[in-house]
């Protein structure tokens, strides 16, 4: 809820981080809050998480104009797209130094369909970092999948949170941080 945003943004001790679709009242909204981050992702009604990545292509001019007005607000933006160079492409073309590759096809993909899918994955990451982007990547990242995306150098930020939620109901929060922070480490010490 909107006034949810408004409390953290009055308590918060370190910087936010605001996922959200592009409409007049998002934008509203972060515009007035100014969290350091805005994630711009795709978002339909009915839809309890992002199924997949936002569709720069097809709302280039949307996605610019909305990327314009944050960044001309002091706001980072970062895209959330799908592991597509020509996704990757239209991102840089709206403006924006940070996407976020859509983890969801490799994190869910069969046992058959896995490398392919994290070979696609990676090979995202390697074309972002190469023409000057900020990589981060998210969605249905875990302790049993996350190590190959860790471990690889151009990655700023990884975004997992289902996963240490729902872990934490067994564990605790606590608990639940320092397993996939140690998942982390061990993924990222040869990098």
């Known amino acids: 809820q909107e006034r949810d945003v408004l409390n953290m943004r009055e308590r918060l001790t370190t910087h936010m981080n605001l996922e959200m679709a592009i409409t007049q009242e998002m934008l509203a909204i972060a515009l007035s809050v100014k969290p350091r981050d805005v994630c711009i992702v ?6 309890l998480t992002t199924e997949g990545g936002l569709d ?17 607000a002091g706001v980072r933006v970062s895209l959330f797209i799908d592991a597509s160079f020509e996704q990757i492409d239209a991102a840089k073309l709206a403006g924006v130094s940070v996407v976020e590759i859509h983890t969801g096809h490799y994190a869910s993909a069969s046992r058959d369909k896995m490398q392919g899918e994290l070979d696609r994955v990676l090979a995202a990451i390697d074309y972002s970092h190469s023409i000057g982007l900020t990589v981060n990547a998210g969605h249905g990242l875990n302790c049993g999948n996350v190590s190959p995306i860790a471990a ?40």
């Open 152 to 191: 690889h150098p151009a990655v700023s930020e990884l975004n997992i949170g289902h996963s240490i939620i729902a872990r934490s109901v067994y564990v605790g929060i606590e608990q639940a941080v320092r397993e996939i922070k140690d998942c982390l480490c061990a993924a990222r010490k040869n990098v």
């Open 42 to 47: 795709p978002e339909k009604r009915q839809e």
């Open 56 to 72: 720069v292509v097809s709302q280039l001019q949307q996605v610019k104009e909305a990327c314009r007005k944050l960044a001309g």
